[in-house]
C-alpha cells in the first residue's frame, strides 16, 4: 500500500493497516500541546476544557484539589455533561482533596476510588473523544502556579480513543475500583 509517500511501513508503525489514508491524515493533523508548570499555568488549559465539554469528561486523577478546576467539573454536570472521577484512596488523607471530592459528589458527579494496595497515580483527562491529556501535573494549585511541570493536552483520535477505554475498564472494574460515598474511609 502506498498513498501520498505513505508506505505499509509507516502505517504499520502507527497500528493503522487497513485504515487507509483518511486514518493516517487524522493522525499526521493530530498534535500535542505541551505546558509546563508554573510559566504556563497547565490548570488553567484544564479548566478551559472542562468549560468546552458537551458530552463527557472523565478525569482519573491522583490530586485533584484546584479550585477553579472542581467549580469548572461542577459547572459542566449542571450543563448535562457526563463527568467522572477516578482517585487514589492515599489522597482521602488530604484535607484539600476531601473538600474538592465532597464538593463534586454533593454536584452529583460520581467519584470511585482503588481497593487495591498500588496507587491510582493516572493523571489523564478525556474529553469527548477529542482530547486527552497527560503528563506528570496533578490538578492542584502547586501543580498548577509553584512545581515544576508538565501537561501535555492530546488531539489525536486513536490515544484518545485509547485513553477512554483505559478509564472505563478502571471505572467498571468492581473489584479494584468502588463508589465513594463521602466521608472518610476506615483503613489504609
Not at 13 to 42: H, I, K, N
Not at 51 to 79: C, E, I, N, S
Request: aromatic share 6%; with cysteine; hydrophobic share 40%.
Amino acid at each position: 500500500m502506498r498513498s501520498a509517500g505513505i508506505g505499509r511501513r509507516a502505517l504499520t508503525c502507527c497500528g493503522l493497516v487497513g485504515w487507509g489514508l483518511a486514518a493516517w491524515v487524522s493522525v499526521a493533523q493530530a498534535g500535542t500541546e505541551v505546558l509546563f508548570a508554573p510559566e504556563d499555568r497547565p490548570g488553567d488549559r484544564m479548566v478551559r476544557l472542562y468549560r468546552d465539554a458537551h458530552h463527557y469528561v472523565f478525569v482519573a486523577m491522583y490530586g485533584l484539589t484546584y479550585p477553579p478546576a472542581v467549580q469548572a467539573l461542577v459547572a459542566a454536570k449542571r450543563r448535562g455533561v457526563d463527568v467522572r472521577v477516578l482517585t487514589d484512596r492515599e489522597r482521602l488523607r488530604d484535607q484539600k482533596q476531601m473538600l474538592a471530592l465532597e464538593t463534586l459528589r454533593l454536584a452529583g458527579i460520581p467519584i470511585r476510588i482503588n481497593q487495591h494496595d498500588s496507587l491510582m497515580h493516572l493523571k489523564q483527562v478525556v474529553v469527548d473523544d477529542r482530547i486527552n491529556t497527560t503528563g506528570s501535573m496533578n490538578l492542584t494549585t502547586s501543580g498548577n502556579e509553584y512545581n515544576d511541570e508538565r501537561l501535555d493536552v492530546v488531539s489525536d483520535p486513536v490515544s484518545t480513543l485509547r485513553a477512554k477505554q483505559k478509564f472505563l475498564r478502571m471505572w467498571n472494574d468492581r473489584g479494584r475500583y468502588a463508589d465513594w460515598p463521602g466521608g472518610t474511609l476506615s483503613g489504609p
